[in-house]
């Protein structure tokens, strides 16, 4: 399990690489719901907290139910690299090199 957590107040989508290191080794996910990475992930694939003491809560629930931790997790990894592959990334900085309109989506 790991808290992707930055400094500094939660901003819409913000987060760090880290995020990539995170899921992308399979770990369950906690993230703050005021980063809305609730329009990219649902709860079978990342867990969103309010504050401080949701968050104590999850932590707590999932470290003791390894087979919901592990099935998230896995889904949680899977939507990551389909979302965020390189093909995805490498196309979207090319069309947006050669000033076509591109999405990542």
């Known amino acids: 399990m790991a808290l992707n957590l930055s400094r500094g107040q939660p901003t819409k989508y913000y987060s760090?690489?880290?995020?990539?290191?995170i899921m992308g080794n399979g770990?369950?996910?906690?993230?703050?719901?005021?980063?809305?990475?609730?329009?990219?992930?649902?709860?079978?694939e990342m867990?969103?907290?309010s504050?401080?003491?949701?968050?104590a809560d999850k932590i707590n629930?999932?470290?003791?139910?390894?087979k919901i931790r592990?099935?998230?997790?896995?889904n949680g990894k899977s939507k990551y690299f389909k979302?965020?592959?390189e093909s995805?990334?490498?196309?979207y900085f090319v069309d947006i090199s050669l000033g076509n309109n591109s999405s990542l989506f």
């Open 51 to 55: 504050n401080i003491h949701d968050l």
């Open 47 to 49: 867990i969103f907290y």
């Open 70 to 74: 592990k099935k998230i997790s896995k």
């Open 16 to 21: 760090s690489n880290r995020i990539a290191s």
């Open 88 to 91: 995805k990334i490498s196309k």
């Open 61 to 66: 629930f999932y470290s003791r139910n390894e």
């Open 27 to 44: 770990l369950l996910t906690f993230v703050d719901k005021k980063v809305q990475m609730s329009d990219f992930f649902n709860k079978d």
């Open 83 to 85: 979302l965020f592959n």
